[in-house]
Protein backbone atom coordinates (compact mmCIF):
# COMPACT_ATOMS: atom_id res chain seq x y z
CA UNK A 1 0.00 0.00 0.00
CA UNK A 2 1.00 3.40 -0.51
CA UNK A 3 0.87 6.45 2.01
CA UNK A 4 1.19 9.98 0.36
CA UNK A 5 2.06 12.61 2.41
CA UNK A 6 1.65 16.00 1.15
CA UNK A 7 2.93 19.37 2.33
CA UNK A 8 2.12 22.96 0.55
CA UNK A 9 4.19 25.93 0.69
CA UNK A 10 1.87 27.46 -2.10
CA UNK A 11 -1.52 28.65 -0.94
CA UNK A 12 -3.09 28.51 -4.12
CA UNK A 13 -3.18 24.92 -4.43
CA UNK A 14 -6.25 25.26 -1.66
CA UNK A 15 -8.42 26.84 -4.16
CA UNK A 16 -7.72 24.17 -6.72
CA UNK A 17 -7.31 21.04 -4.86
CA UNK A 18 -9.52 20.15 -1.59
CA UNK A 19 -8.05 17.77 0.96
CA UNK A 20 -4.93 17.21 -0.70
CA UNK A 21 -3.52 14.02 0.95
CA UNK A 22 -6.70 12.28 0.53
CA UNK A 23 -6.81 13.27 -3.11
CA UNK A 24 -3.01 12.03 -3.90
CA UNK A 25 -3.91 8.90 -1.73
CA UNK A 26 -6.99 8.17 -3.51
CA UNK A 27 -4.94 8.31 -6.84
CA UNK A 28 -2.56 5.69 -5.47
CA UNK A 29 -5.40 3.15 -4.62
CA UNK A 30 -6.45 3.22 -7.94
CA UNK A 31 -3.18 2.13 -9.78
CA UNK A 32 -2.72 -0.95 -11.57
CA UNK A 33 -1.66 -3.96 -9.25
CA UNK A 34 1.70 -3.58 -10.59
CA UNK A 35 2.38 -0.27 -9.63
CA UNK A 36 0.41 -0.78 -5.85
CA UNK A 37 2.59 -2.86 -3.44
CA UNK A 38 0.03 -4.59 -2.47
CA UNK A 39 2.46 -6.48 0.40
CA UNK A 40 4.43 -3.52 1.49
CA UNK A 41 4.21 -0.29 3.38
CA UNK A 42 5.70 2.49 0.93
CA UNK A 43 6.05 6.18 0.99
CA UNK A 44 6.20 9.14 -0.46
CA UNK A 45 6.22 12.95 -0.05
CA UNK A 46 4.86 15.53 -1.90
CA UNK A 47 5.61 19.18 -2.08
CA UNK A 48 3.10 21.36 -3.89
CA UNK A 49 5.39 24.63 -4.68
CA UNK A 50 5.25 27.34 -6.95
CA UNK A 51 7.93 28.21 -10.10
CA UNK A 52 9.77 29.95 -7.93
CA UNK A 53 10.59 27.64 -5.48
CA UNK A 54 11.10 24.88 -8.20
CA UNK A 55 13.03 27.01 -10.57
CA UNK A 56 15.57 26.93 -7.15
CA UNK A 57 15.18 23.45 -6.33
CA UNK A 58 16.15 22.93 -9.98
CA UNK A 59 19.03 24.90 -10.62
CA UNK A 60 20.40 23.25 -7.41
CA UNK A 61 19.87 20.11 -7.55
CA UNK A 62 20.08 19.64 -11.73
CA UNK A 63 21.97 22.74 -12.56
CA UNK A 64 19.02 24.03 -14.98
CA UNK A 65 18.36 27.80 -14.08
CA UNK A 66 14.61 27.38 -15.03
CA UNK A 67 11.24 26.46 -13.48
CA UNK A 68 9.33 22.97 -14.36
CA UNK A 69 6.49 20.83 -13.92
CA UNK A 70 8.04 18.43 -11.60
CA UNK A 71 10.77 17.58 -9.56
CA UNK A 72 11.37 13.90 -8.60
CA UNK A 73 14.47 12.60 -5.96
CA UNK A 74 14.17 8.92 -5.49
CA UNK A 75 15.46 8.01 -2.03
CA UNK A 76 18.46 5.93 -2.53
CA UNK A 77 18.56 3.03 -0.41
CA UNK A 78 15.86 0.63 -1.60
CA UNK A 79 15.84 -2.74 -0.65
CA UNK A 80 13.00 -4.88 -2.79
CA UNK A 81 12.87 -7.64 0.02
CA UNK A 82 12.16 -4.58 2.88
CA UNK A 83 8.25 -4.15 3.95
CA UNK A 84 8.65 -0.64 4.28
CA UNK A 85 9.82 2.20 1.94
CA UNK A 86 10.87 4.94 1.25
CA UNK A 87 10.17 5.78 -2.55
CA UNK A 88 11.18 9.78 -2.45
CA UNK A 89 9.91 13.38 -2.80
CA UNK A 90 8.33 14.90 -5.92
CA UNK A 91 8.15 18.85 -6.34
CA UNK A 92 5.33 19.72 -8.55
CA UNK A 93 4.50 23.64 -9.40
CA UNK A 94 1.41 25.39 -9.23
CA UNK A 95 2.11 27.85 -12.03
CA UNK A 96 2.77 24.84 -14.94
CA UNK A 97 -0.51 22.60 -13.75
CA UNK A 98 -2.68 26.15 -13.66
CA UNK A 99 -2.56 26.80 -17.24
CA UNK A 100 -4.64 28.17 -18.67
CA UNK A 101 -5.92 29.80 -15.46
CA UNK A 102 -9.56 29.76 -16.82
CA UNK A 103 -9.70 26.07 -16.69
CA UNK A 104 -12.06 24.06 -14.98
CA UNK A 105 -11.06 22.10 -11.90
CA UNK A 106 -11.76 18.86 -13.22
CA UNK A 107 -9.06 19.69 -15.94
CA UNK A 108 -6.83 20.92 -13.03
CA UNK A 109 -7.11 17.71 -10.95
CA UNK A 110 -6.48 15.72 -14.39
CA UNK A 111 -3.19 17.44 -15.28
CA UNK A 112 -2.12 17.37 -11.49
CA UNK A 113 -2.55 13.00 -11.56
CA UNK A 114 -0.66 13.23 -14.88
CA UNK A 115 2.26 14.84 -13.63
CA UNK A 116 1.92 12.82 -10.32
CA UNK A 117 2.13 9.55 -12.72
CA UNK A 118 4.89 10.93 -14.44
CA UNK A 119 7.10 11.77 -11.58
CA UNK A 120 5.64 8.46 -9.13
CA UNK A 121 7.15 6.97 -12.10
CA UNK A 122 10.77 8.68 -11.38
CA UNK A 123 10.89 7.48 -8.17
CA UNK A 124 10.35 3.87 -9.75
CA UNK A 125 13.25 4.52 -11.55
CA UNK A 126 11.93 4.99 -15.07
CA UNK A 127 13.11 8.27 -17.50
CA UNK A 128 13.41 9.38 -20.78
CA UNK A 129 16.90 10.02 -21.75
CA UNK A 130 15.85 8.57 -24.99
CA UNK A 131 13.43 7.25 -27.19
CA UNK A 132 13.20 3.42 -26.32
CA UNK A 133 13.08 4.27 -22.35
CA UNK A 134 10.64 7.59 -22.97
CA UNK A 135 8.16 5.25 -24.92
CA UNK A 136 8.04 3.01 -22.12
CA UNK A 137 7.43 5.84 -19.97
CA UNK A 138 4.83 7.41 -21.90
CA UNK A 139 3.09 4.11 -22.33
CA UNK A 140 3.03 3.06 -18.13
CA UNK A 141 2.10 6.72 -17.56
CA UNK A 142 -0.97 5.93 -19.93
CA UNK A 143 -2.17 2.76 -18.74
CA UNK A 144 -1.70 4.06 -14.77
CA UNK A 145 -3.88 7.00 -16.02
CA UNK A 146 -6.52 4.80 -17.51
CA UNK A 147 -6.84 3.27 -14.11
CA UNK A 148 -7.50 6.37 -12.32
CA UNK A 149 -9.37 8.62 -14.39
CA UNK A 150 -12.50 7.30 -12.83
CA UNK A 151 -11.53 9.89 -9.89
CA UNK A 152 -12.53 13.00 -12.37
CA UNK A 153 -16.09 11.97 -12.78
Known sequence: MIKVNVLSEENSWL???????KFFNKVCKLFPKKFRF???KVYLTV???NNKKIKILNKKFRN??????ILSFP?????KNQKEIYLGDMIISF??????KNQDKKEFKKKTIKIFIHGFLHLLGFDHINYKSYKK???HEQKIFKSVEKLLN
Do not use: A, V
Open 64 to 69: KNKHTD
Open 137 to 139: MFN
Open 47 to 49: LLS
Open 15 to 21: KRLNEKE
Open 38 to 40: SNK
Open 75 to 79: FKQKN
Open 95 to 100: NYINKP
